[in-house]
């Protein structure tokens, strides 16, 4: 069964700062792995996929990096800011995923 | 843009009650699904369906039902609310064909007293 992990489950930085999210899983044979922000109380909004073809995607000030070897995938935010405080969950798999816990971030102003 | 949306933001139902929960995708996905997300338990994946009248048990279906009879429309039903279903419910939605990335509704609160 596929596993994944985030770490840490939280993390807080001063506006401006670049944000580095790690998300890790067990079974390297996905099909895509997508990133998601959510807003308490709020449902998922979807930032990123990256197909299993694929080393990177990026959108604006983001940056989405995949290795299914060793089963990592990173995410970058440059040029963090207030308004990018939420939880920031990863999710692995095809049809179906298997999602990470989130790693909740706080950009301080 | 892709919408989800979910009959209910928010829904206090009492115990042993039926509870209808409703969501209805715009895009022509084939694939829905329904998850419960909890504190410390991330999301979990209740039902899957991958089209219409065809439904798949998740990882946690004790104590849910499904119901997809029109392909925009996938309605989760609690035959008998319990407390241990208080939770966030999330639908979410996708295409068939790669790259199957899934869209979420804004969520519904549901509590059972």
């Known amino acids: 069964k596929q596993e994944v992990t985030q770490i840490p489950a939280a993390l807080s930085v001063p506006e401006g700062e670049n944000l580095v999210l790690n998300c890790s899983f067990t079974?390297?044979?996905?099909?895509?792995l997508q990133w998601f922000r959510q807003d308490p109380g709020k449902g998922l909004t979807s930032l990123l996929l990256?197909?299993?073809?694929?080393r990177e995607q990026t959108s604006g000030r983001l940056n989405a990096s995949l290795d299914k070897s060793s089963g990592r995938s990173t995410l970058y935010i440059a040029a963090s800011q207030p308004g990018d405080s939420a939880t920031y969950l990863c999710?692995?798999?095809?049809?179906?995923?298997?999602f990470g816990a989130g790693t909740t971030v706080t950009v301080r102003a | 843009d892709v919408k989800v949306t979910q009959s209910s933001r928010y829904l206090v139902k009492r115990t042993g009650e039926k509870v209808f929960l409703e969501c209805v995708q715009d895009?022509?996905?084939?694939?829905m699904f329904w998850y419960r997300q909890d504190p410390g338990l991330g999301l979990r994946l209740i039902y899957f369906?991958?089209?219409?009248?065809?439904?798949e048990k998740g990882d946690i279906p004790e104590g849910y039902s499904v119901s997809r009879e029109k392909k925009e429309r996938f309605s989760l039903i609690l035959e008998s609310a319990s407390t241990n279903q208080t939770s966030m419910y999330l639908c979410?939605?996708?295409?068939?064909?790669?790259?199957?990335?899934?869209?979420f509704g804004p969520g519904t609160r549901l509590t059972v007293t």
């Open positions: 999710a692995a798999g095809g049809y179906k995923l298997s």
């Open positions: 079974d390297s044979a996905i099909y895509n």
């Open positions: 979410a939605s996708s295409g068939r064909t790669d790259p199957h990335e899934q869209y």
């Open positions: 990256i197909q299993s073809s694929q």
């Open positions: 369906s991958y089209d219409v009248k065809m439904k």
């Open positions: 895009m022509d996905h084939e694939n």
